[in-house]
Every structure is written in structure tokens, then in C-alpha cells.
């Protein structure tokens, strides 16, 4: 059995694989300040709805996959270690200086970001090493040693080094490691060769301090994670999920927290590229709407979109982790979003969440500002007494008296005016966020499937579509834990790198050969180290090149580990060509082109079948029932509420009407039709669509 589990803002998700790809899943409210407790919450109910303890259900798991947002809200709320940062001499400014622009360069009032380690823990280190390698200015080792010495003065709990030029020469970065446990022993430091051997100085340094800050953090609560779910009974491996949308055991996680920095959001795109796939889509819109954010990417012909710029906060102005990871956009929108009335009368739902305490006022509380899932009660999009499968009852009463004081009363407005006022502004913002990833960059959402993932995305996923015009918007039935069930589709994967610079006119075979032997090594290395439960290996080699003169690189994948012969270097430098124009729509062949970086991704997949729900009632006997919804153009009617597991397959329906499940509730406008597929999931049209061949059709 597997377990996975996906700590978020407002709940904790949990699914587990009953065999032959069967699942379950189950939510509990995220506890604060200690979210352990809240996924032994959450483990409690899945076993005490197998009908056993929690120890004989831990004992059952072979695996058990972690996702958190411990690091990410550790660095935006502050509270990561007090972090020294050792830099060459001469150059303390790197994180000061940073990278990158203005997004609005004519307003002067916005401050200057302020470094991520502040100068006063910056130390200079009296060194210097050319971009050969060459050692300029020797650091002699009783200078580091008084320099230690000045540093454990200063009381830090963790320690980054980033020396110029140590990606080519790691000399001066490695005596500082070994002396480092000698006068601040138990204190965790990090070198940047050895974490990310990248060429710019500012990434590279940006992501060492990062990773420094958050080891304290992360390493105690990983070890705390691991301690408690032993003592509990478990007794397969610990998988810790990363940005870079794979696993990684949870020890090696708590030597490189800075990976675990996305760790949720990244997995929604492995899972909705399964669901794409169903239904033959080449670009899919993948959208998991939780209790606080709204997290959207793109899937392209069955690519998870990868970024190398995963900034922090805002673009410019918060931290550039320097790491390349899944390419996934988060706004402040969700179910637990809060609708307030400014001074000037304008409606304003989120970014502010009421998270999981005191939650959406229907929750009882003590919560009093009105929420999304505020609205969507008293508008009768959900069902009050099966939230959460029945384990929640919600307040419909004090919801509306919420409402009716903040926002209808300062508005004009009546209560059901209101609240469908909070949905629209809450999908507007949405619409605006996916149409600054499909239509600023090119395409047509007419021609892509979106993927309604996450508890809250029935409530408006069909009114995006419309607007957007989407093709279709698939429901997965386990959309409401869209991360975790990710989670159980991803690899083990491990990157490696190292920089060796080389031109396509002086292209070294030898030295090429001698880089991609030592990449393979070091993952045939993370191969031993692996789970044992991997059922199959494999390493993906890359270059990092660019034309003479570009600021930045792109990745073109290599065709094979090793160069043969002349040829393998003219396919190589075609198919730099050929990627170039594929991102830029230029090419210019006659060109040379310059190899910066070389790149190993090694990948385990881990044995197990795609998660699926169990197949769930088809005989048509399920007890009909309605419900009274209020919509913008119709005012409150009484609609059909479905079962989704009651649903025949490829029966097409016309909305209005209500799907539901555990753990969401979908509506469908009116106009929209839906069809359950075979899959178990559903397919929304939202402007009606012409039905395929096979279906048939029913009011």
C-alpha cells in the first residue's frame, strides 16, 4: 500500500492505494502551530474508515509521500535560522545587487528589496579564484580559522558559503567545510559547488543562502515527521516531495530543503497530465484550488512546464531560488479567500485566506469575515450537511449574517447579490491568472482542457471555462486531492551538474565524455541509494547552450551519454538549432554555439499502478433529488443534484444541476452539458458541445 499525503494551507489531503489502483481519500483541517498533528488527523480517519488502528494501517504502507508548505511559509513569513554568509573578499553585495528589473520602473515609492541575509551576517573571505580556476589570492588556512573564529561569535544557527568561481575550483568552499565543524559543531552549512554548480554568481549565491536558512527548520521537522509516524507504526520508506515534481527520501530532503520549497503545488501538473492524456487533449490548463491559493500551469503536448525563475514573492523583488522547477503560478484565491469592502466601495476577494482557524465562518469557528466557501453555502452550490463527506456540518445561518454585515449592507446589495458577487470577483481573478499563461503567451484556450482540480474548483471551474471559452473542463474524482494523488504518479529523481565551458568550433570529445561519465556516476550512486522498490532507472543528460553573446542559456536535451564520433557533435549542434527556433521562432546555423552547464536527471519510477477512485454505483437506482441554487441569470431554482458514482458512463446531462462527491460539488451552469467518461471522472462543455460518438443524451 501507498500513502500520500499533501499538507496545505486549509487542509491536509491524504490518499492511499487499496491494490490494483484503486484509492481512497480523505482531508482534515491543517493544524497550526505543528501540522504533524494534523496529518495524524488525517490518518486516523483514513484507518478508521478501513475498520483497523492507525498502527495496522502505517504498518500496511510501503511507501508514504510527504508534500508540505513548511519551507515555502517559513522564508515568506521570516522565520527561517539566522543564516552567515561567507563570501569572496571584495564582493559582499551579491544578494543585495541580485538580478533582474522593475515590473513598474516609473514608481519610485516601491523600496529597494532587501537582501535575503542581511550584510551585517555577511562575512568576506580573503580569497580570489579566476574563472579558470587559477587561485589569485591563496586562502591560507590560520586566516579561515580566525576568520571561524569571528564567525561563531555572532551566535548563527546555519551557515552558507558561496566563493567565486568554486563551480570550476571548489578548493577554497571545501576547507571551509572541513574547518566549519570545528568551531560551530552541530551548526548546518551549505556549499554552493556542491548544492547548485551553476555559473551565475547571484543564483548560485541566492540559492545556497536559501537552502542554509531553512536546514534547522526543515531538518526538525522532517526528523519529527519521521520519529512520530514510526512510533505510530510505520515502517515502509518516507518519500519527501520536491519542486521539481518528483520524490526524494526524506534524509536526503533535509540536506537540500530548498528543493521541498513548491513541494505541493508541483505534483498537481503530474497528475493532470494523466487526465489530459484521457481525453486525447495536447494542451491542458491544470488547476488545483485549495482553501488559499489557486495554482495554475500548463501542460503542453504531455511536458510539465519547468521553470528556471522561481522567484520567492514578488518577480524583482522577492528571493530567485536559482533552481529549475515545475512551472507552476499561485494567486491569493481559494476557498477560504476573504471578501471585504474597501473604503471606496469596491469588492475585494483574497489574496487574505482564513485558512483552516478560524476558517470560513460556516466552519463555527469563531471565524467573522465571509469567505468563498461562504458564498458558495448560501448561494446552495453546497450541500451543508455533507461537507467533507459528512464529517463537517456548516452554518448556513451565520454565513449569511456574515455576509449581509460585511459586504451587503456596504454594497446595497441583497444577500444572494452579494454572495454571487464574491464567486464572480473570486473568477475573475482566476480568469485573469490563466489567461496570463494561455493568451499572453499564445494560445487560444479554445483549444485546451482544463483540469478542475482541488475541493474548491466546482464551484466556479465551469464559469471559467465559459469565460475562457475551454474546450472542456475535466473533473478527476480525485481532483479534491489533486497534489497527493500527483504524488503517487511522480519519480524519484535526483539532478546533477557541472559547468564545463566549450564551444561547437573547439568541441573537446575527450573532456565532453569525461563531464557525462562522471554525471552518470553520481547517479548510478543515487540508483544504490535508492529505494529498493523502484521498478525501473533511467538518466535523462542536457546541455545548458546558448549563441555567442546571449545572456541565457536553453536546455537541449542529449540524444545519447557519450560522444562517438564527429556526427554526434553536428546532431547535437543541430538540435540546439532546432530547439532554439522551437522557443524563439529564429534560428541562425551558421552560428556557433556555446555549451555552459551539462545536466543529469536520474529517475526511479516507483512500482505502483495510477490511482484510480473505486467504481461506484451504475445501476441507476440512486434516489433523485434537487436542490435550490441561486444563479446570476435565473435567481434561486430548484436543480438536480447527481452523485457522481451514480452516474452512467458517457450519458451526456444539460445543466443546471449539481454533481457531487466526498469531497466537492460541481456546478454546472446553465447552458453547460457533462458527461461522466468511463475514467470515473467528469467532462464538463461549458458552452455545449456536440456529443461524441457513442454517447447519448438525457435531461
Known sequence: MRISIDVGGTFTDLMFDTGGGNAAMFKAPTTYPDP????????????????ISLEAFLDRAEMLFHSTTRAINAVITGTTARTALLVTKGHPDILLIREGGRTDPFNYRSTYPEPYIPRALTIEVPERIWADGRIVSPLDEKDARALLERLAALKVEAVAVSL???????????LLGRLLPEYLPEIPFTLSHQLNPVVREYRRTSSCAINASLMPIMSHY????????????????????????????IQELAHRPILALNSGPSMAPVAGRHF?????????????????????????????????????????????????SVDVKSIGAGGGSIAAVDAAGLLHVGPESAGSVP?????GRDGTQPTVTDAALILGYIDPLSFLGGSMILDVEKARASIADEVAKKLGLSVEDAAISIIEVATENMVHAIADITVKQGIDPADTVMIGGGGAAGLNAVAIGRRLNCAGVVFPQLGATMSAAGAMMSELIMEVSTTCFMTSSSFNERRANEVLA?????????????????????????????????????????????????????????????????????????DEVEIMTWRAVARCNLAGDVPQMLPGNVSGAAVPRTRSVFFRDKAFVEVAVKQIDDLPDDVVFAGPAIVESSYTSVVINSGAEAVRRPGGYLLVYPNGRKMKDGESSTQ
Open 359 to 363: 476558517g470560513p465562518v460556516c466552519y
Open 164 to 174: 567565486l568561481w568554486s563551480i570550476v575550483n571548489p578548493e577554497h568552499e571545501l
Open 36 to 51: 504533524i498533528d494534523g496529518i495524524v488527523d488525517v490518518l486516523r480517519i483514513a484507518s478508521n474508515a478501513e475498520g
Open 518 to 590: 562522471d554525471l552518470a556516476q553520481k547517479s548510478q550512486d543515487f540508483f544504490l541509494s535508492a529505494s529498493t522498490g523502484s521498478a525501473a532507472s533511467r538518466i535523462d543528460f542536457s546541455i545548458e547552450a546558448r549563441y555567442p553573446s546571449q545572456v541565457w542559456e536553453i536546455d537541449v536535451p542529449l540524444r545519447r551519454a557519450a560522444f562517438a564520433s564527429a556526427t554526434d557533435v553536428t546532431e547535437l549542434v543541430a538540435d540546439f538549432h532546432n530547439r532554439h527556433s522551437e522557443l524563439f521562432s529564429f534560428r541562425d546555423d551558421s
Open 276 to 324: 489530459a492524456t484521457l481525453e486525447g487533449a495536447r494542451t491542458a490548463i491544470v488547476t488545483d484550488a485549495g482553501g488559499t491559493t489557486y495554482d495554475i500551469s500548463l501542460v503542453r503536448n504531455g511536458v510539465i512546464p519547468w521553470t528556471r525563475d522561481t522567484w520567492i514573492g514578488p518577480i524583482y523583488q522577492g528571493h530567485l531560488t536559482g533552481f529549475p
Open 222 to 249: 522532517l526528523q519529527s515527521l519521521q520519529y512520530r509516524l514510526r512510533d505510530h507504526g510505520l515502517r515502509g520508506t518516507l518519500f519527501g516531495v520536491t519542486s521539481q515534481g518528483g520524490v526524494l527520501d
